[in-house]
């Protein structure tokens, strides 16, 4: 099985692989949007995707690709994320840090304890890669497995400011009719709202009505007309459940689409 993710080998999302596949090949890419695209032609079996995570919150780019993308979540992943400062120089040396925006953001408080300069890049492990290959004076954000896969030094580990960081992956696939749909499932969709007065709360009211729990809901910009916008709601039970069937076509009369991204097996 091929699984693919974004960033390079070591990153939280290839662990992510790691922990939940047996003798999967993880596939590497530069962008979501080139993951998304690999998927769609069949390139890739899978994508292991972080969408979301406990301290910085949701990974918005994904958001906004699942919008158009014909893609299906058929798995829910935990993972906790324990950031490490690597560098191949000592931590005198360096000035500079750099990693993801969000691995930065998770540890702005001990970066700033350090009087590290944040340096954005596009991947964790990616940014041990880079130091690795130029040899800069510098340190990067990333994971254990991502130090010892280059051959860095960890400087410091745990330096997340907060001990229960932990990332939400949902596994996608092109066709989802032979993966697992049993046990505690969950369900997301994506939809529009008809410009009528109290059109969100009849969603909700919609779930509340048939004692269906929302475990999330997430607003984005359409980007096609200015001040409008979809909503992400996640909740729990299948679209194969009656009372979720009977939910989502309550829901023609308040919207102006629904689209259902997957149910999958909810993850611990």
């Not at 750099?98 to 009087?115: F, T, V």
């Not at 009977?246 to 993850?267: E, H, Q, W």
Request: charged share 30%; proline share 3%; aromatic share 10%.
């Amino acid at each position: 099985m091929k699984v693919g993710f974004q960033g390079e080998f070591g990153a939280y999302s290839h662990e992510a692989i790691d922990r939940n596949f047996k003798n999967a090949e993880a596939v590497p890419f530069r962008s979501f949007s080139d993951v998304f695209n690999a998927l769609e032609k069949k390139e890739i079996d899978c994508a292991m995707i972080p969408v979301e995570n406990s301290v910085e919150g949701s990974v918005t780019p994904v958001y906004d690709l699942l919008l158009k993308s014909g893609v299906k979540a058929v798995k829910e992943v935990y993972l906790p994320i324990h950031h490490c400062l690597i560098s191949g120089n000592k931590i005198e040396e360096i000035e500079e840090v750099y990693s993801h925006p969000q691995a930065l953001a998770q540890c702005r408080e001990n970066i700033r304890e350090l009087g590290l300069k944040e340096v954005q890049f596009y991947d964790t492990a990616g940014s041990v890669k880079m130091l690795k290959e130029t040899g800069k004076k510098a340190g990067a954000l990333a994971s254990k497995k991502a130090a010892q896969y280059y051959g860095l030094n960890v400087l410091k580990e745990n330096m997340e400011d907060t001990s229960n960081n932990t990332t939400r992956f949902l596994v996608f696939v092109k066709d989802n009719e032979e993966w697992e749909t049993e046990g505690k499932m969950k369900t997301s969709i994506v939809f529009g709202l008809k410009h009528i007065p109290g059109a969100l709360y009849g969603v909700l009211k919609e779930l509340s009505d048939r004692n269906i729990n929302m475990t999330k809901i997430e607003s984005r910009p359409t980007k096609e007309t200015k001040w409008e916008y979809v909503f992400y709601i996640d909740f729990e039970g299948s679209f194969k459940d009656e009372k979720i069937k009977d939910m989502l076509g309550s829901l023609d009369d308040k919207t102006y689409f629904v689209k259902v991204i997957g149910s999958y097996p909810a993850g611990e």
